[in-house]
Each structure stands twice: as C-alpha cells, then as structure tokens.
C-alpha cells in the first residue's frame, strides 16, 4: 500500500488539526514541520517527538518528501507553494488558495507541467451537511432554485493582514460554488472597518447566480452571537444548513407559494401558501477535514483532479477578488470574469 511522505508549513492556529489527520491517516507520515515561532514548533515535538521540527521550511526540499501542506497566512501561500510545486511536490494549500488570481493561474499552471496535484482547502466541499444539501439541489427535490443565504458571524477572531471578507466568506464562496457547480456571474459588497482602521470587519455580500439565482452572505467578527447558516429557497421546498448544531444540522421545509389560476379571496390575491412536514435527514458525520485529507492522497495515488482543485480555488480568488473591488466602490456591482 502506498504511504506518503508529507511535510506541513504553518503550526499555528489551524496547521495542527491538519497535522493530527495525516499522523491519523496510515496512509501518510508527517516527517517535518516548519513554523517561524519556536513555541510553535515546541508545541508540535511535545505532541509528537517523531517529527522533526525546523525554522527553514527549505529543509523540507532535503526530506524526499511526496507533498507539503500550507497553512501559513494567505499572503504566503503563492510564494510558498511555488516553491514545493518547483520541487516536485504535490500541495494542498489552506484557503484562499492566493490573495491574487494571476498567481493562483501560475500555481496551476507550474502544477500541470510538473505532474503535482494542487488542492485548496475547502474543508465544507468535505463536509457531509453540504455534500446533502449538493444532492437536493442536484436530485431537483427543492425544485427550481430562487436564492441562497448565508450567515458566518461570531464576536473575534480579528485578523490584522486581512479582512473578514478574505478570512471567512471563502468558505461560504465555495459551499455555493460547489452546490450550484458553476460560479456566479457577479457581486457586489458593502462593509466597515468598525474595530481597526482600513480592515473591514463586517461585509455584507450580494451574488448574481446564472439563471439569476441570487446568494447573500453576510460574514462579521463583531456579532453579539456565533452563526454558521446557510438557507436555500426552491420552487418546491426550503432548506436550512446550520452548522452549529451537533444533531439535525440540516432541516428540510415543504414550504412554499403555489400560485392560483384565480381565486375568490382577495386578501390572498391569487396565490395559497404550503405549510408542510419538515424532514430532518439523519447524516454519517465524518471529520471533514479528515476526509479532505484523505481525499488529498488519494488524488496523489489515482492521479486525479481534487474535487477542491486549483481551478476551484481560483474562481473562489476571482469573486473575492470581485467582491473587495466592488467594497473599494462602495457596493457596485462587478461582474467576475472567469475566463
Ligand atoms: N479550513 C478552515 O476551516 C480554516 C480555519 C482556520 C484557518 N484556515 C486557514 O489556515 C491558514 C492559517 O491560518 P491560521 O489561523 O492557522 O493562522 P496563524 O497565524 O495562527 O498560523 C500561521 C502560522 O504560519 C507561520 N508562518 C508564516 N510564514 C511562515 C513561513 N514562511 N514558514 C513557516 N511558517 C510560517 C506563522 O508563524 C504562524 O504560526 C490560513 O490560510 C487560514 O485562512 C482555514
């Protein structure tokens, strides 16, 4: 069977929950860690003193290593994974893939002349709520899509090189990419620095869909109480994702408008509201980092395109990339050109 070598770079906040997966996983070994911070680093050697621990992630590139996972800050990402790509190393990159789309477009270009498989870290791709909510929308049981909506709101954690909308709406970019499988067409985003000069901690976000579906995401640090929501109205029914809850993160509503030919009643001019059963599917919960993680090998051994591929990460850059154009203006609509 076949076993991978793998490095890390970045042990900070969110690298050792990568780390404890692939030293999980039986088919990886972390064989090094790199982190600027010595007490990073001495965190790491006291949870696993097989690893070895360096300041200079060019020690990497000496360890004959198979691939090395990022998760160093965003601004980091593209000159880092240049690097291992160059070395013939294949790379998963936490999100956003790159504050830029030209580098993102040169990481996936390196990736494919040299053979290496790229991934971006969208761990909710992974996560098996999504996945449920993908397949209603897919398998037509809401019917024709009117919108989707979503909240990712807490009071901190406050970043001081970027702002809430490079920091948390990522996530909510690529929940809706991926469940509608295409990217919207364009964006228009307001927001404030309210706590630290220039770096917006609250941004509200407004997404033009084809076929004019419209997506609102609303992300903040600076909210009294800790969401994680995501709503999507159908033709035929209505669903709400919320990632808070341990059980029943996911609650399907036979609600809706029919509209009548005519009616009698004026008060309801010419349409009935549906009042039916809410379903509460029951979900296989598996850490969806872990599966991320091992869907990472598993494209390195079949030799296939991540489901969170380079690509995937790039058009979550460019409606990013969108959206703080369109904050810079405040609120115009800009349209995301894709290719
Ligand atoms: N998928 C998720 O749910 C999720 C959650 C949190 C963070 N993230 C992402 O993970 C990445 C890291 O975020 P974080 O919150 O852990 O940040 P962090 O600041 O806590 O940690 C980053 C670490 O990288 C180290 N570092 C920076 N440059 C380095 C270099 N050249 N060589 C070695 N180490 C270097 C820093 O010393 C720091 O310890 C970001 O891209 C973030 O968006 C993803």
């Known amino acids: 069977m076949d076993r991978f070598k ?14 404890r997966n692939f030293v999980e996983i039986p088919q990886s070994d972390v064989v090094i860690v790199s982190d600027l911070r010595e ?32 998760a160093t800050p965003p601004v980091t990402h593209y000159p880092l994974a240049r690097e291992c790509l160059q070395h013939d190393l294949h790379v998963l990159i936490e999100k956003p893939l790159t504050t830029k789309s030209e580098h993102a477009e040169e990481l996936i270009q390196i990736a494919e002349t040299n053979g290496m498989v790229l991934m971006v870290g969208h761990t909710f791709e992974y996560n098996a709520a999504v996945q449920t909510l993908k397949s209603l929308v897919d398998s037509g049981e809401l019917g024709q899509i009117y919108y989707l909506d979503a909240a990712r709101l807490n009071l901190g954690l406050f970043q001081r090189e970027m702002n809430v909308l490079w920091d948390l709406a990522p996530h909510d970019i690529s929940i809706m990419r991926y469940i509608m499988g295409i990217p ?36 903040s640090w600076l909210d009294p109480c800790k969401v994680r929501r995501l709503t999507i109205v159908g033709d035929k029914k209505m669903v709400v994702y919320n990632d808070i809850l341990n059980l029943e993160k996911i609650k399907i509503y036979d609600k809706g408008v029919d509209h009548l030919p005519y009616t009698d009643n004026f008060g309801e001019f010419n349409c009935s509201y549906r009042y039916g059963d809410i379903l509460i599917p029951n979900i296989r919960f598996i850490e969806p980092l872990r599966q991320e993680c091992q869907h990472f090998l598993e494209c390195i051994k079949n030799h296939t395109e991540p489901v969170s591929s380079g690509q995937d990460g790039l058009e979550v850059v460019k409606v990013l990339e ?18």
């Not at 793998?6 to 780390?19: A, E, F, K, S, T």
Request: proline residues 5%.
């Open 39 to 70: 007490e990073r680093l001495s965190h790491i050697k006291a949870s696993y003193p097989q690893i070895e621990v360096t300041k200079d992630y060019q020690e990497l590139f000496d360890q004959d290593l198979d691939a090395v996972v990022i």
């Open 6 to 19: 793998v490095g890390v770079i970045g042990c900070g906040y969110w690298g050792p929950n990568l780390i």
């Open 322 to 339: 969108a959206a703080q154009r369109s904050l810079d203006k405040n609120g115009i609509h800009q349209e995301v050109i894709h290719w």
């Open 184 to 219: 919207p067409i364009s964006v228009s985003a307001h927001g404030m620095p309210f706590v630290f000069e220039g770096i917006h901690d609250v941004v509200y976000m407004n997404m033009v869909f084809p076929e004019n579906i419209l997506a609102h995401i609303h992300v």
